[in-house]
């Protein structure tokens, strides 16, 4: 796989689209949505509101007037802004999932305004006193790292690009090991493996929905993000799972000085809707198993995607192994939330989508070659299904120009 | 007044308490109140619960499990992830209110998680890309400015203390005003006053229950939060107002980049509290006015405060001018949401309070000496009394060691 590493202007963040003007985000009002273009450059996860339409009552919240002024929630807790019912979902959760050895006393949780601000949290936590920590990861690497880690310039962390290039023994390090991967789904580890280093686990895509439960994750570090678990994005809700209690001490100090806290009103609404998601989950639930419907839409994509794809002949899809899932009962395959396609020849990936008026996000903003692009799979029907209509008419070489 | 500006281990945010441990910041569940340390180090503002509690139906927001799952709020928006009825109840309670000019069209809104988040990303987009500007404010100054400014140790922005020791022209600056200040309730202007700077306003004071409304404020860049003004802190809810489009889109960027926007739920629910405070506001309203009602709890607190300092004879406290207020229409007086008192002498003010079982917050975290000292006065009637007991109870020479 070809690495290139380029900076860029455009903006790398999970909302950015390749067009900087806002109205180019989303189809515009009064467009016809044939003529439209469809932005799956972002992984809005609008797919899941057909799930939570049917559940719209059974998971709402009510928020009285005169609840939650304290920006206290739990002074008891280390996470002092940790709402107790939000906590206690989660823990039930990972246990229903069995995607976390989550036994009592074993983990700190902090709660994070989205996983993003818990990246920082972390980095800010692991980076040493006295020197700037080398922030890694292997590529092609979330598109959101540079750009998180570079966003004040701190002096102590800083943005190195692939971790497989990393090969100083002498230098504090911190890998990021997103598993599945975000952009291409691929099940990771760590691969720097040297002295005076962190890992942080990003495991935003571990659950049943997207990937086979093969084991509890047991590691120091761990990054869940409700938005990817439950589809909730507009909530900003994310947590970490920490071993330490003097990095989990940190990260709530990061958290305490840059926001205060973390909005209770969300907590209470995640806990909530965790808590229908666990319901949905029990033998005998009178609901549809959240994660079994979810499967059921994206393996589904995942079939016409590849059909399409196939007899265009003219991009590369990855395929994933089948594996016994804990959760399933059964062996799954991986069903991720993008696609990570490649053109076959060395063309600009992005830019061939684009004149089909299909915005992706191109593979120079993970740190590989322009000849990938990620795009979402997990908006909702009427963008999947002219994402296949546009996908399916391109053709040869007026689009693709083998030289 | 002397000026010892002292670093300290000691954490320097809102919620932060004098003692560390978190068992330590609230009173004990089972320990008698009586005997309890009263925690009034940080700004927590229960004393509107009271209001609240009377609209608690009134002011209740319910949001449905399938509500508000995208990233986005308004692709049409610059802030994209701002949400309009946000928007038109922070424009509405603004006119109402009289303390901004928030003519259409003139101001950009920027939505933060609380204005913690929104001043770091005032200093990012503030901040010259080839040079670290120096972050100052007039002491005393709110103590979470230094930790903020320096957390991951920027090298676009660094905290340079107190305001009045700036005297470089030469060097780009950003000034911090805040007005009515935290931690004593002066009205202040900008005080550096010299080429290559900005200056932000935080106004999160600059409502009618703690300050008369003299003019409405029409600054480049002016912060305000939810906490103070209404006193939902759980929620972390501010909003910037910005006049210029280029330092907005550079704060948008940040909190883009940050937290990928604003927590919807919290923005749902402090629209919906927004609303109801310009509604109690309206002639003919069939709710008390929420200004009013808040405001007569101050005043008849720092009337009894001023009371119980005046028989003990060992403190200070400040005494603010009465100004005719444009949304009261009358004369009125500085009532702030916190007490900025001096021991006589030079003794160490947090020390003679903590020996009586009152934490504040000491004076060398506000960039002053130490005979000072900031008590809130936004707790709840229980704790308040207690502060008064405590206070009217401490004699002479026993705690107060002149030399």
């Known amino acids: 796989m070809g690495v290139t590493v380029q900076t860029s202007e455009i903006n790398h963040s999970e909302v950015s689209s390749n067009n900087s003007a806002p109205e180019n985000r989303k189809n515009g009002i009064g467009e016809s949505i044939a003529d439209a273009v469809i932005n799956l450059d972002h ?129 504090p390090f911190i890998e990021l090991v997103t598993t599945p991967n975000n952009p291409d789904g691929v099940i990771r580890e760590a691969v720097v493996n040297r002295p005076h280093g962190s890992v942080v686990y990003d495991l935003a895509y571990y659950w049943p929905h997207f990937t086979p439960i093969t084991a509890p994750a047991n590691h ?70 959240f994660f079994v419907f979810s499967r059921n839409i994206l393996k589904e994509r995942w079939n016409r995607l590849r059909e399409v794809v196939k007899a265009a002949d003219l991009f590369t899809l990855l395929k994933y192994p089948t594996q016994y899932c804990r959760f399933a009962k059964d062996m799954t395959d991986t069903v991720p939330a993008f696609a990570w396609i490649a053109t076959k020849g060395e063309e600009d990936c992005a830019e061939v989508l684009k004149k089909h008026k299909i915005l992706g996000r191109g593979g120079t903003k993970f740190g590989v070659g322009k000849q990938f692009a990620r795009i979402s799979l997990v908006s909702k029907d009427e963008e999947f299904n002219l994402l296949l209509q546009r996908l399916s008419i391109i053709q040869g070489t007026d689009d693709l120009n083998y030289e």
């Open 220 to 289: 120091h570090l761990m990054l869940f993000t409700f938005s990817k678990c439950t589809g909730h994005a507009g909530s900003r809700i994310g947590w970490a799972l920490v071993k330490d209690k003097e990095v989990a001490k940190k990260m709530i100090k990061f958290m305490e000085v840059s926001t205060i806290g973390v909005s209770k009103d969300s907590q209470l609404r995640a806990a909530k809707i965790l808590g229908t998601v666990s319901d949905s989950c029990s033998t005998g639930a009178d609901i549809e198993n």
């Open 43 to 171: 992984g809005d996860p609008t797919m899941f509101e057909a799930y939570w339409e049917k559940m719209r009552e059974r998971s709402a919240v009510t928020l009285l007037g005169s609840q939650s002024l304290s920006y206290f929630s739990d002074p008891k807790n280390l996470c002092w802004f940790l709402e107790p019912k939000l906590e206690q979902e989660i823990k039930r959760l990972h246990t229903i999932v069995g995607n976390v050895a989550i036994e009592e006393g074993q983990y700190y949780i902090v709660v994070g305004t989205g996983s993003s601000q818990l990246i920082q949290a972390a980095l800010y936590a692991l980076s040493p006193p006295d020197a700037a920590a080398t922030v890694v990861c292997a590529a092609p690497y979330y598109s959101a790292y540079p750009e998180v880690t570079d966003l004040v310039r701190s002096r102590r962390f800083e943005w190195g690009g692939d971790a497989r290039s990393f090969e100083r023994d002498d230098e």
